[in-house]
């Protein structure tokens, strides 16, 4: 991983089709440097579906997350969750989702 000079971000790969080099360039500044390699790696991380469900187990806890006392949870009753908005599986656009407050519960919907 490289960084900028200037800002310190993160420098990405680019191409320069023109001079037929290889840069890495900022995205905040526009600083470029030509690359002292032509080998690029890239590393995908694939989570499983139980590391998605402790995340949102976890958000109740999260005290920079907005509170409602304005719905209640189906599971256990208690009135109040913890919401953010996120983008659903395979839909477009964003939905509402809510985690009970109670921290026995972690019941979690969305709307």
């Known amino acids: ?4 000079r200037e800002c310190n971000n993160i420098l990405y790969p680019k191409e320069d089709r023109e001079q037929k080099i290889l840069l890495y360039a900022c995205r905040s500044c526009d600083h470029q440097e030509v690359a002292d390699s032509y080998c690029l790696y890239r590393n995908v991380v694939h989570h499983a579906a139980e590391e998605f469900t402790q995340v949102l187990e976890d958000v109740a806890s999260d005290p ?3 509170r409602t006392n304005s719905v209640r949870c189906a599971a256990c009753g208690h009135g109040e969750a913890v919401f953010f908005q996120a983008a659903a599986r395979g839909e477009e656009g964003m939905s509402l989702f809510f985690v009970c407050g109670n921290p026995s519960c972690g019941h979690r919907w969305r709307e």
């Open 64 to 66: 920079t997350l907005p």
């Open 1 to 4: 991983m490289k960084f900028c």
